[in-house]
């Protein structure tokens, strides 16, 4: 237990240490639309709110926590993130995010309130920090619930920074 103690204790000390230099808070803010269940046996459309706020930032990797709200069910993920971006230009890019989280489990049955949400996004950046961005999206409890089904999202989204 001590050396648990120590160790989060450690990290906690690093990342104070270059807070200053690295932190780079950043919230987006996207809203569109897609299909979910994409290789499932049913599929259906939905609406999509979802904020993503950063509070580290190194070089290409963030650190952060999301919120989706899907719009015409009742599912809604809120969870860690961990974020890749691979700039290809100053316009193009892609990002992989993972992280695990708490999914409501009502209108897509997966088994389990955690999942582990996994994207790749390949997104077009605008003027001003905004993204129209094509998105993939991988749901999985990793086995820890009563099954263990999994499921994709296609999501076509327009990302806006906020302030905070």
């Known amino acids: 237990m001590r050396s648990i103690i120590r160790i989060t204790l450690a990290v906690l000390v690093v990342l104070a240490a270059t807070s200053a230099a690295a932190a780079q808070t950043k919230t987006l803010l996207y809203a569109g639309g897609g299909a979910a269940g994409v290789f499932d046996d049913s599929q259906y459309g939905y609406g999509s709110l979802e904020l993503r706020h950063f509070f580290y930032s190194w070089d290409k ?73 094509l998105g993939i999206f991988h749901y999985s409890n990793a086995g820890v619930g009563d099954s263990n089904p999994g499921t994709e999202a296609v999501r076509l989204a327009i990302a806006i920074p906020l302030p905070f």
């Open 61 to 133: 990797l963030s650190i952060g926590y999301g919120a989706v709200a899907d719009i015409g069910s009742s599912d809604q993920y809120f969870g860690a993130l961990l974020t890749l971006d691979f700039p290809f230009s100053r316009y193009v890019g892609l990002s992989l995010s993972t992280g695990p989280g708490y999914y409501t489990d009502d209108t897509l049955i997966l088994g389990s309130n955690f999942e582990i949400r996994s994207g790749l996004e390949l997104y077009l950046m605008q003027q001003r920090g905004w993204r129209i961005s």
